[in-house]
């Protein structure tokens, strides 16, 4: 019970009292209950209000017990998800893998400096991509080296592989980063050789069109 209906209460008691200690036929009597009628009213009143104050209470405490329940039942249903958190599914020591060369020629132009003569020389770049499987036969990860390349394009090719090789370890289809790679378009770019692949326009170009034909066009053969 709150302190105005204590006070409402003690006030009827009090007027109630008075009144009786008056005569009967006294007009301060019949005033005095009058008031405590009042006071009662009110009494009636401040307790009807102090119910619904405890009822609006228990309501909120409910609400929030029922909030409580459920972020607790969400977290323990994102924490049964397989996708949450994610796992990475490493090779095993052991691993068979698939390795390709290829002998990417390209034009790269010249100038004299003194005499601004011009000229046109090919050259060969080596290029070496390893792909190691999972013993389903799908992809693990994949590994990128080339015979002309300084120490920046060894790095950046090294840290391509290397996102690959963990984004599909853990769970990323392989082909979200070849189609991105497909078509990119920097740096040694020509003639391969080769009649599945003829021609390209970066090194990951090629990568990305090798890896689409060998894994997903064509089953393993034996003997390569």
Same mark, same amino acid.
């Given at each position: 019970?709150?302190?105005?209906?204590?006070?409402?209460?003690?006030?009827?008691? $009090?007027?109630? *009292?008075?009144?009786?200690?008056?005569?009967?036929?006294?007009?301060?009597?019949?005033?005095? =209950?009058?008031?405590?009628?009042?006071?009662?009213?009110?009494?009636?009143?401040?307790?009807?209000?102090?119910?619904?104050?405890?009822?609006?209470?228990?309501?909120?405490?409910?609400?929030?017990?029922?909030?409580?329940?459920?972020?607790?039942?969400?977290?323990?249903?994102?924490?049964?998800?397989?996708?949450?958190?994610? *796992?990475?599914?490493?090779?095993?020591?052991?691993?068979?893998?698939?390795?390709?060369?290829?002998?990417?020629?390209?034009?790269?132009?010249?100038?004299?400096?003194?005499?601004?003569?011009?000229?046109? $020389?090919?050259? *060969?770049?080596?290029?070496?991509? =390893?792909?190691?499987?999972?013993?389903?036969?799908?992809?693990?990860?994949?590994?990128?080296?080339? #015979?002309?390349?300084?120490?920046?394009?060894?790095?950046?090719?090294?840290?391509?592989?290397?996102?690959?090789?963990?984004?599909?370890?853990?769970?990323?289809?392989?082909?979200?980063?070849? #189609?991105?790679?497909?078509?990119?378009?920097?740096?040694?770019?020509?003639?391969?050789?080769?009649?599945?692949?003829?021609?390209?326009?970066?090194?990951?170009?090629?990568?990305?069109?090798?890896?689409?034909?060998?894994?997903?066009?064509?089953?393993?053969?034996?003997?390569?």
């Amino acid at each position: 019970m709150s302190e105005l209906t204590t006070e409402a209460q003690g006030i009827s008691e $009090e007027l109630e *009292e008075r009144a009786k200690r008056l005569p009967r036929a006294s007009s301060m009597r019949e005033l005095l =209950t009058r008031a405590a009628e009042v006071a009662r009213r009110l009494l009636d009143l401040a307790i009807r209000l102090d119910l619904k104050l405890v009822d609006a209470e228990a309501h909120v405490v409910g609400c929030k017990k029922d909030l409580t329940f459920c972020e607790d039942q969400l977290a323990k249903a994102c924490l049964k998800t397989s996708a949450y958190p994610p *796992e990475r599914v490493r090779l095993s020591d052991v691993r068979e893998g698939v390795t390709r060369r290829f002998a990417l020629k390209h034009i790269r132009p010249h100038s004299c400096p003194s005499c601004a003569h011009q000229w046109e $020389e090919q050259e *060969e770049v080596r290029c070496y991509f =390893t792909v190691n499987r999972y013993q389903d036969g799908k992809p693990g990860e994949v590994f990128i080296v080339t #015979d002309r390349a300084g120490s920046m394009a060894r790095g950046a090719l090294d840290a391509v592989a290397l996102v690959m090789s963990i984004g599909i370890q853990y769970g990323i289809p392989l082909n979200v980063f070849l #189609d991105k790679m497909v078509g990119m378009r920097f740096g040694v770019g020509g003639y391969t050789g080769d009649k599945e692949v003829p021609k390209c326009t970066s090194v990951l170009d090629l990568l990305a069109k090798w890896i689409k034909l060998k894994f997903y066009s064509e089953p393993p053969k034996e003997g390569k």
